[in-house]
């Protein structure tokens, strides 16, 4: 028969490490905790502010990680991918994707092993979801990463985008995020945590009303429902519109404004692409700076985003100067209903004038 799993230490409650620890001087509860959440020991025995009993003793009531890390990949620009077991074998991935300065370096985790959702062009949701992870096993996989990181690029943001949709399984990313910002675990800001979502505005509304201002990525992919729907599957029961009414909830609980993201240009320029223009928020962007005669299959992600970015800036600036512009002088509401009616008058006139025969 296998021995019974032990607790990972990241699964105890404060209250349960207390009671563990009942025998010891409070201040071995901080030193644990400390390494655990701040230190580089990857076991137990590494942890040398302990004595050596106390160590052996931790090793043989707890697990120092819920994870196992099975095999690491390095890209050249530095990007670290993991994959790690379960206790039970499930099969996860984190990835440290390294930003151009040290503090911008992220750590990119994933809420379950495999994913229910089914996203066409992706290799995880073809195959589906072994089962939801729990807050401790996403908290190690940020903690992992930390620990085994070069100095200059501990990750200092982590990503809901890996292995998973964070919000089938709101309990669990819920305590991980209350680990994640917990000043006397791991410490991150809140503003430094992003979950991205392919869209499930129940699961937006209930992040709306957990109180802390996360970065909210929405996987929109397309501008349309059924454009949506053809990459993701969720779509098809699921609007565009009543996700901007989730995201409108989340902007005015928390202070954030949810971003959207695009899987390809290319394959969104070939689908929206009409004449010459793409669809945006109701709005056709014209394409006259493609190079002549450019096939859709020719236009970078990079030029629809920067035509996105661009779009969005200009409305921000004309926004901005018409609140200056207005707030600086108030309408008079008297004198702005006279102007009317005088205006009103005249075409009234106008009109008069060019139907009365002469
Ligand atoms: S929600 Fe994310 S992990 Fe799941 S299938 Fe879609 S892209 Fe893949």
Known sequence: MNAPVKPGITELSDGALARLLEAQPAFRRVQIRHAVYHGVAQTFADISTLPR???TDLAARLRFSTLI?????????????????TADGAALEAVQMPGERGPDTTACISSQAGCAMGCTFCATGAVG??????AAEIVDQFLHLRRSSDPRHTP?????MGMGEPLANLQHVHGAIEALVDPDRVGLGARRVTVSTVGLPVGIEAMAGWGWPLGLAISLHAPLDDLRAELVPPARRISIASLMAASLVYQERTGRRAEGSFYSGNWF?????TGGGILVGGQVIALSNLPA???PEAVSQDVITQMILLYCGAITVLGCIAAYW???FPIDRAQHEARVAALDATARADVDAAVTPP
């Open 129 to 134: 979801l072994t089962r939801s992870l729990t």
């Open 293 to 295: 005669g450019a096939a």
């Open 156 to 160: 200092h943001r982590v990503v809901f």
């Open 269 to 273: 320029v070939q689908k929206c692409a």
């Open 326 to 328: 207005l707030g600086r």
């Open 53 to 55: 009993a106390l160590r």
């Open 69 to 85: 890390e099975r095999r690491t990949e390095v890209s050249q620009d530095g990007t670290r991918k993991i994959l790690f077991h």
